[in-house]
């Protein structure tokens, strides 16, 4: 592919009991990172009140639910706090340079990779303020894909009811969405921190992490994530909370584009 490779790190949420959203948004970049993207090409968008937080016991880190590393030394911070917004979301996806801040520069000829990690409702995914709702999500996606923006998307969701985000989403816009849950099931909390007396992660988040930090990117595609049997999240346990049924949508062929085609410099 002759084109870029552009990344939106999003983490909705604010304080301490959200540690999850944050910590799942800092080590998917460490490993993203390590995989080549320039910083350029990535855009990070967290409240950033979680590493310095008064009730973190290892002041100035956020631990790994992939390798138990610190994630948060040198993490980008593109936006934070008040600047964590659905407007910034959606300007900085479409490349608009009114945020005064880093966009996503994207053209016909790029993929672009985005991750979400929150709180949701149904119809919405929740930043710390306001609510990012399906329709404009959906909107932006189709009238990028209209404007040429990209070649090919994926999006990644784990919030709760988050397949309610992308019930609309065509399957002619070169755009493919994986989501924790179906519309009726909440996010489950997942790799609790007895130290920190946290959840380090959500169980699709968890799998996802783990299964991209250990992943051949030349070789394993998005579509390997939903086969591979260390994916815990997609198996029932009897007596537990139910199993979160990711759900898929849009251009199904994307799927089974290789990792490096869209996180691999």
């Not at 944050?22 to 390590?34: E, R, T």
């Not at 251009?251 to 089974?256: D, V």
């Amino acid at each position: 592919m002759s084109g870029k490779k552009w990344v939106l790190l999003v983490a909705g949420s604010k304080n301490w009991e959200n540690y999850r959203h944050q910590a799942n948004v800092c080590g998917l970049y460490q490993i993203i990172k390590k995989h080549g993207i320039p910083d350029e090409q990535i855009v990070v968008m967290m409240y950033d009140d979680i590493a310095n937080n008064p009730e973190n016991p290892t002041n100035g880190t956020v631990v790994s639910v992939a390798d138990d590393s610190d994630v948060y030394s040198g993490v980008l911070k593109d936006y934070t706090g008040k600047d964590v917004t659905p407007k910034n979301f959606l300007a900085a996806l479409q490349g608009n340079a009114s945020t005064n801040k880093k966009v996503i520069n994207s053209g016909k000829n790029d993929n672009i990779y985005i991750y979400m990690s929150g709180l949701g409702n149904e119809g919405k995914f929740e930043f710390p303020e306001e609510s990012l709702n399906h329709g404009e999500l959906i909107s932006t996606i189709t009238n990028m894909h209209h404007e040429t923006k990209f070649s090919k998307m994926v999006i990644f969701m784990t919030s709760s009811y988050s397949s309610t985000m992308f019930k609309d989403l065509a399957s002619n816009v070169d755009a493919y969405a994986l989501t924790a849950c179906d519309k009726n099931i909440q996010s489950t909390p997942s790799d609790y921190d007895e130290t920190r007396k946290i959840y380090r992660s959500d169980k699709f988040s968890s799998a996802w992490l783990k299964f991209i930090n250990e992943a051949d990117f030349n070789k394993e595609t998005f579509q390997g994530l939903i086969a591979d049997k260390q994916a815990n999240y997609l198996e029932q346990n009897p007596g537990t909370i139910p199993c979160l049924c990711p759900c898929q949508f849009g251009n199904m062929e994307i799927r089974h584009c290789h990792l490096s085609e869209f996180l691999q410099k």
